[in-house]
């Protein structure tokens, strides 16, 4: 029998340092592999937290750039909401971009903030950082239409002489009787039941202002093109009681001129209703942010000039 010839020692020794080689190339790829699937993971959960970041900061500079129309202090509070959810612009490789563009009726606050992914085990494979960026864009805009508006209309005379909050709390009185229908003063207001139409079957009876009280509004969308008069002078003594349910609540309600035209929206604060010999009603106008305004491309205008606006996020 024959026997077969063993390798030549050096054979041996050529073929073990191939396996050396082979099996240390394995094991850089299954590190970089590793470190792929590892510090990929950790980048989704940082950018996730990026676009936390991104989406609190767009829309608080869209809030601040309705508060003061300052581009400037829209990205001031951008990146100061930026840097309390731990990204602070030009630290530790932040980047915190803002982008600010007025409209007419519409304006968009841009947020994008980025920071550099440290890598743990990709650096084998050359990756040591890898950059991470999330944006987000807010509109804040100018509403031309409102739901559940209350059958309440102040003159916007009121902004002009007292302005919002608390301090500017505060009696109106319904206009005199007679004729007069429109508060034309800073401290008046009066009824309505949001009628469209210019003719007879608007006027606001109080059975009709009063299911308006109760239902907490409008049911039916109100915009600057729509004509709310005739409204209803005189006394409606009984609707006071039904407006008492509503003091400490907050409410829509419609801005007008001396001749009744529709200017725009606001949101008031309720804190009393007296009926009797008093007739009024108290409360204060506050700027806020309520879900039931609305943009209608179909109607031309808004105003914010009566503390009313819509920030919303989109994208």
């Not at 987000?136 to 100018?142: H, R």
């Not at 302005?163 to 508060?183: L, Q, V």
């Not at 109080?206 to 049911?219: A, F, K, P, Y």
Request: proline content about 5%; glycine content about 12%.
């Amino acid at each position: 029998m024959e026997l077969a010839a063993r390798p030549a020692t050096g054979q041996r020794r050529t073929e073990g340092g191939q396996v050396i080689v082979v099996f240390a190339l394995a094991l850089v790829a299954i590190v970089g592999m590793t470190g792929l699937v590892l510090d990929g993971g950790d980048t989704f959960l940082q950018r996730r937290t990026l676009q936390n970041a991104a989406d609190t900061a767009a829309v608080a500079g869209a809030y601040a750039f309705t508060a003061s129309s300052s581009p400037g202090d829209a990205r001031d509070w951008a990146r100061q909401t930026a840097a309390s959810n731990g990204f602070v612009d030009g630290a530790a490789g932040v980047s915190v971009d803002v982008l600010v563009i007025p409209g007419p009726i519409t304006s968009s606050v841009t947020v994008s903030v980025s920071k550099p992914h440290a890598n743990t085990f990709s650096g084998v494979l050359g990756f040591s950082s890898w950059p991470v960026s999330a944006t987000a864009t807010a509109i804040a805009a100018k509403p031309n239409g409102v739901f559940g508006l209350m059958p309440v209309i102040f003159n916007a005379k009121v902004f002009e002489r007292y302005g919002f909050g608390p301090s500017t709390e505060r009696a109106f009185d319904e206009p005199g009787s007679g004729s007069n229908d429109i508060p034309i003063t800073a401290t008046s207001f009066n009824w309505t039941v949001y009628c469209t139409a210019s003719g007879g079957g608007c006027n606001a009876n109080s059975q009709v202002v009063r299911d308006l009280i109760n239902g907490h509004g409008s049911t039916i969308e109100v915009t600057l093109g729509d004509r709310i008069n005739p409204l209803n002078a005189g006394a409606h003594t009984t609707l006071y009681s039904d407006l008492v349910q509503w003091v400490a609540d907050e409410f829509p309600v419609a801005i007008v001129n001396d001749q009744g035209k529709l200017l725009g929206f606001a949101v008031f604060h309720m804190t009393g209703s007296l009926g009797g010999g008093s007739k009024q009603i108290r409360g204060y106008f506050v700027t806020a942010n309520d879900p039931d305004f609305r943009i209608n491309p179909d109607v031309t205008g808004g105003s914010s000039e009566y503390g009313a606006f819509i920030v919303m996020l989109t994208n």
